[in-house]
């Protein structure tokens, strides 16, 4: 049974870091094909891809966010990392990890977590 | 970047008629590519079509998808109640990106 859990922050303030975790189980980011994304979504309802990372350790970034996010992964944990530097308040929304199938779809979600950002 | 872009934003149905739901890519893309999504509110996505018109493990034959190049539809014969929702299509980019459309809302007539 494949499941995934984000955790981190609620709140944060504008210019700090986000840190979220995503803790999965029933898959293993070790095994080849395995690949591990984050998606958020914001009031609005927009859905929004931000990066994945791959059992072999390559990382891809959406373009426009590119250079405030970092992805890493701690295979002993079964965990996966996102990092979001310079938060603003536009970047308030529900952050999702999901298990991308084939490199193509996401077929696991995690419940989500919201991360308001707020002085 | 390919831009998907759904219609109808909102769609009003009653149970046991059928919905067509629309998916426009702004570029030709593989059906290999294209996947659609329910969301329900408070709930992350789950996904329901992938390849363009494979289902999910557990998705009710009432879901089918179809279309190539530009043009994908996912369709709901026999609404049930269960059904009303968001909907997102979601393509893959061979730049090993990914984007949502804007969603459709299936709502209760």
């Known amino acids: 049974q494949v499941t995934l859990k984000e955790s981190g922050p609620a709140l944060v303030k504008p210019t700090q870091t986000l840190t979220l975790t995503c803790t999965f189980s029933?898959?293993?980011?070790?095994?080849?094909?395995?690949?591990v994304g984050w998606v958020r979504q914001t009031p609005g309802k927009a859905l929004e891809w931000l990066a994945r990372?791959?059992?072999?350790?390559?990382?891809f970034y959406s373009t426009s966010l590119k250079t405030r996010l970092t992805i890493s992964k701690d295979t002993s944990k079964n965990q996966v990392v996102l990092t979001m530097t310079n938060m603003d308040p536009v970047d308030t929304a529900t952050y999702y990890c999901?298990?991308?199938?084939?490199?193509?779809?996401?077929?696991?979600w995690g419940q989500g977590t919201l991360v308001t950002v707020s002085s | 970047e390919i831009v998907l872009t759904q219609s109808p934003g909102t769609l009003s149905l009653s149970p046991g008629e059928s919905a067509t739901l629309s998916c426009r890519a702004s570029?030709?893309?593989?059906?290999?590519?294209l996947a659609w999504y329910q969301q329900k509110p408070g709930q992350a996505p789950r996904l329901l079509i992938s390849?363009?018109?494979s289902r999910a493990a557990g998705i009710p034959d009432r879901f089918s998808g179809s279309g190539s190049g530009t043009d994908f539809t996912l369709t709901i014969s026999r609404l049930e109640p269960e059904d009303f929702a968001v909907y997102y299509c979601?393509?893959?980019?061979?730049?090993?990106?990914?984007?949502f459309g804007q969603g459709t809302k299936l709502e209760i007539k």
């Open positions: 999901s298990r991308i199938a084939g490199g193509l779809y996401f077929d696991y």
């Open positions: 570029q030709s893309i593989s059906s290999s590519y």
């Open positions: 390849g363009a018109s």
């Open positions: 990372i791959d059992w072999d350790g390559d990382k």
């Open positions: 979601q393509q893959y980019a061979t730049s090993r990106s990914y984007s």
């Open positions: 029933g898959f293993s980011l070790t095994t080849s094909q395995m690949r």
